[in-house]
């Protein structure tokens, strides 16, 4: 079956630790995206990439980074600079950045920093 | 700034219609879509819509109206199923999702 993989889905690590987050997709998705979600708040972007080898920051990316070697993988470092990490993390892809594609979203990853 | 507003929670009885409403203040507009989100787990689309009108899918219809900014998603024969957050999102003229903050729906039997 097509679709999108996060892992872990639940992840625990102490403050001052740079964690990394997985996304792995089998759809042959083109775009791929990294959003947190906080309570009570819109899911927020923090990285896209429309390509291998290219990614552009989305607004909150302070503290963050990724990589794009492979079409397939989008894996997501939160830093010890991110002031307040502890979050839902969802990783999403999609055929386009463009038109009525909808995004295909991962499982999510529930990282807790204390 | 880029808005979009919907209500925090509804509730609805079982086997009931409702309609949940969104609207947005966005640079540019380049199409509407609703998922669905179930607590826990990642949101799945729903609907898209970029013209004036009503789409129907199922039990499920979204309406959208450029000129007034705004967009609603109805669901009829409420089913305990139905029971999720369900989220609105704008691309606008950068082709970017912004997203709403989700309108939780609590089904009562």
């Known amino acids: 079956d097509g679709g999108i993989t996060q892992s872990p889905k639940y992840l625990f690590r102490k403050e001052g630790q740079n964690v990394t987050l997985s996304c792995e997709q089998n759809l042959n998705h083109d775009a791929m995206y990294w959003y947190r979600q906080d309570p009570g708040q819109g899911l927020r972007l923090i990285y896209y990439s429309q390509i291998v080898n290219d990614f552009q920051k989305g607004d909150i990316a302070e503290g963050y980074s990724v990589s794009r070697e492979k079409k397939e993988s989008f894996p997501l470092t939160v830093t010890s600079a991110q002031k307040n990490p502890t979050a839902f993390y969802l990783c999403?892809?999609?055929?386009?950045?463009?038109?009525?594609?909808?995004?295909?979203f991962g499982p999510g990853t529930r990282l807790t920093v204390t | 700034g880029q808005n979009i507003d919907q209500p925090t929670e509804m509730t609805a009885t079982e086997g009931a219609i409702v309609q949940i409403n969104c609207t947005y203040q966005t640079s540019g507009f380049n199409g509407l879509f609703w998922y669905q989100q179930h607590a826990g787990e990642a949101p799945t689309f729903l609907s898209y819509?970029?013209l004036d009108g009503l789409e129907e899918k199922g039990r499920f219809s979204s309406f959208l109206s450029r000129s007034k900014g705004y967009s609603y998603l109805l669901l009829k024969e409420l089913q305990m199923k139905d029971s999720a957050s369900y989220l609105c999102?704008?691309?606008?003229?950068?082709?970017?999702?912004?997203w709403g903050a989700g309108t939780k729906l609590i089904i009562k039997p």
């Open positions: 999102a704008v691309r606008d003229s950068n082709y970017q999702l912004i």
């Open positions: 999403a892809s999609s055929i386009a950045d463009s038109g009525s594609y909808e995004q295909y």
């Open positions: 819509n970029v």
